[in-house]
């Protein structure tokens, strides 16, 4: 069935410091990829999203690149402060374009300040 | 700004008690979504409306879960009976669109506690 995989579970980083997260999918025609930011207590909020046609986008400290080839996606933040701190989500598309989401498991990031 | 609102933020109940949640998607937004989100885990779809209609319940438990969008407007969700299983986080989102196309916006949540 389709599934999205998330690395690392957890990622600690200095301030400052960049911080990577990965993600593969497994449907190939999945073409949407969204990140999503989840503060304790709250709902996911939209950071950043791709689509299939374009292999990078970037908004300011953050980037995401999109490998269709491998299925891979990943998100790349930089220059990281303590405010990043929080659980990222990634998510694609499913194939019954209905416009449903598949989540990855989260990846909690700590920013050491 | 617009937001999806969600009520309770918070339930607790005890198991083979009916428990419900309501929400109100973003004003204009056709499509809504009830996700599930169990403690260290990401959301999980548990029923697409376009509209008033069901566009996917797959993986809805429909001997306990019934959702519904009478006007197409708020939606309310009902677990009844419910287990110790489903304590978790119910997430109601809306988009303009089918997400193919557009935002997916979150509410805040119904964190459910289930004894």
């Known amino acids: 069935g389709e599934n999205v995989e998330q690395h690392p579970s957890t990622l600690s980083v200095q301030e400052g410091d960049s911080a990577v997260i990965k993600c593969t999918y497994s449907?190939?025609?999945?073409?949407?990829f969204p990140w999503y930011k989840q503060e304790l207590g709250k709902g996911p909020q939209l950071i950043i999203d791709?689509?299939?046609?374009?292999g990078e986008k970037k908004d300011q400290r953050i980037a995401v690149t999109l490998n269709k080839t491998a299925k891979h996606f990943s998100l790349h933040i930089t220059e990281t402060q303590p405010e990043d701190s929080a659980v990222y989500f990634c998510?694609?598309?499913?194939?019954?374009?209905?416009?449903?989401?598949?989540f990855g498991q989260g990846t909690t990031l700590q920013v050491k300040p | 700004e617009a937001e999806v609102a969600q009520s309770p933020r918070y339930k607790i109940t005890e198991k083979s008690q009916a428990v419900a949640f309501w929400c109100d998607p973003i004003?204009?937004?056709?499509?809504l979504y009830w996700y599930r989100q169990i403690l260290g885990q990401g959301p999980e779809l548990l029923v697409q409306?376009?509209?008033?209609?069901?566009?996917?319940d797959s993986q809805l438990p429909k001997d306990r879960f019934s959702a519904e969008r009478l006007k197409g407007v708020d939606s309310t969700l009902k677990i009844q009976p419910a287990e110790l299983g489903d304590s978790a986080m119910y997430l109601c989102?809306?988009?303009?669109?089918?997400?193919?196309?557009?935002?997916?916006?979150f509410g805040e949540g119904s964190r459910l506690t289930v004894l």
């Open positions: 989102a809306s988009s303009l669109a089918p997400v193919n196309t557009g935002e997916l916006f």
């Open positions: 449907d190939s025609a999945s073409n949407y």
């Open positions: 998510a694609a598309s499913g194939s019954s374009n209905t416009g449903k989401l598949i």
């Open positions: 409306f376009q509209d008033e209609s069901v566009v996917d």
């Open positions: 791709i689509r299939s046609n374009v």
């Open positions: 004003s204009g937004h056709a499509t």
